[in-house]
Structures are given as C-alpha cells and as structure tokens.
C-alpha cells in the first residue's frame, strides 16, 4: 500500500494566504508509487492555473484528472487544464458527457473501477457522483467533490476497499453526523453547509481545509 500527499488548490477559502479562493473544489493527489492525479478542477480555469503555479505544480506532471460529477464547480477549469495538458486520462462519471481534447475519457457506471493499484472509483452512485477511494497503510482515504449521494452509500461503497482512515471534500448539506464516528481525518471543504457542527462534534479529527492545505496520510 502506498503513502500519499493531498493538495488543496481549488475552495471556497484560502488556508494560504498567497492562493486565491473561490467557490469550487479541487485537489492533487500525489502518491509513492509515482503518479499525480488532479481530482475536479473547480469552477474558473484561471484561478486554477494560477493556484497551481502558486504551488509549483505544473499541469504536464499530472497522469489523470477525476471528475466527480457535472456540476461547474468541479468542471470549469477542466478545458484551460487541458490546454496545458493533454496528455492525460480523465475519468468521468456516466452522467457526464461530451468531454473532449485528453487522451483518454474513461465514462465510469455504477460499479467500481480501479485506476491504480490501490487507487479507485467508487463508482458512479445514485447515478449522481463517483468518489475516489485510496488504500493506504492506514486505511482507506476517501475524497469527495460535494456528497450529493447519501453519505451513508458513498461510505458503504467505500469501505468495499477496507476500514475507512480519512474524508476530505464537499459534504453538502450532509447532517448525518454519527456516520462518521471512528473515522481518525475529517476535512470538510467547499459546499460543506455543516463545518463547524462537525469539528465541534470531532475535534481531534478535524482539518481544516482552504486551498493550499496539504494532507499527508
């Protein structure tokens, strides 16, 4: 099982102070075993580029792009990315269609897929939104763009990759709080309408989020 480091570049807030927020979400998810992979690309395809300059992440270095669903906060910066990067597979849910300019689009159904080992959709759930599963040393961290799903089905299908150590991204209007008892990361982000109910509810295992915040499990 791998190691792996989670980049913050797209919020709605700003944990460093030299990026730019804006509403939407998206992440790099950097692993030992050698990949780079950009989860959703938030809704302005310039600010993406300049947060991920900021960073000193350059768009070639990326291997994938994973969307989790349709909406434009998580699909906005997807056509700038591609004008830096074509060279990439990008995996899509069913629901989403018409993406074009990349290597490969990979449409995602409902059962799961693996990207890597140890690096997996969900599946498209609900016919709605996949997530992204990974299996560390610790568990599974499972990454979500903004929950649309029940949460209780996004973890279900989560756990078919093992106990459940991290959840960072969107959670929406998510308010079914004790789904997430024993899980030792919570980093709510972006469309989270519940933040401070959940880090007031798990204080020990919160995160704060904003772009820029780097999580390494």
């Known amino acids: 099982m791998q190691i792996m480091k989670i980049t913050i570049i797209y919020d709605n807030t700003a944990y460093d102070e030299g990026l730019r927020a804006d509403w939407g979400f998206a992440c790099i998810v950097d692993a030992d ?31 994938d792009v994973f969307i989790s669903h349709a909406h434009f906060d998580h699909i906005g910066g997807l056509s700038a990315f591609l004008n ?7 995996f899509c849910p069913q629901s989403l269609r018409g993406v074009r300019g990349a290597r490969e689009v990979i449409s995602v159904g409902d059962e799961p897929v693996e990207i890597y080992e140890n690096l997996y959709s969900t599946g498209e759930i609900e016919q ?4 992204l599963a990974v299996k560390t040393p610790s568990g599974v961290v499972l990454i979500v763009g903004c929950s649309h799903p029940r ?4 973890l279900a299908a989560a756990r078919g990759f093992g106990e459940i150590y991290a959840v960072i991204g969107g959670m929406h209007g ?11 990361h919570i ?8 933040i401070e109910k959940i880090r007031s509810l798990y204080p020990d295992a ?10 390494e499990v």
Do not use: W
């Open 174 to 184: 998510f308010d079914d709080f004790g789904l997430f008892k024993g899980i030792r």
């Open 206 to 215: 919160y995160i704060k989020g904003g772009a820029g915040r780097v999580i």
């Open 84 to 90: 830096q990067n074509r060279d990439v597979r990008v």
């Open 128 to 131: 709605i939104e996949q997530s």
């Open 187 to 194: 980093c709510p982000t972006h469309c989270t309408q519940y």
């Open 33 to 63: 075993q050698g990949y780079r992979l950009l989860f959703d690309t938030g809704t302005d395809g310039e600010i993406l580029l300049e947060n991920m300059k900021e960073l000193s992440i350059d768009p070639p270095s990326i291997n």
């Open 151 to 154: 949460m209780s089905n996004i």
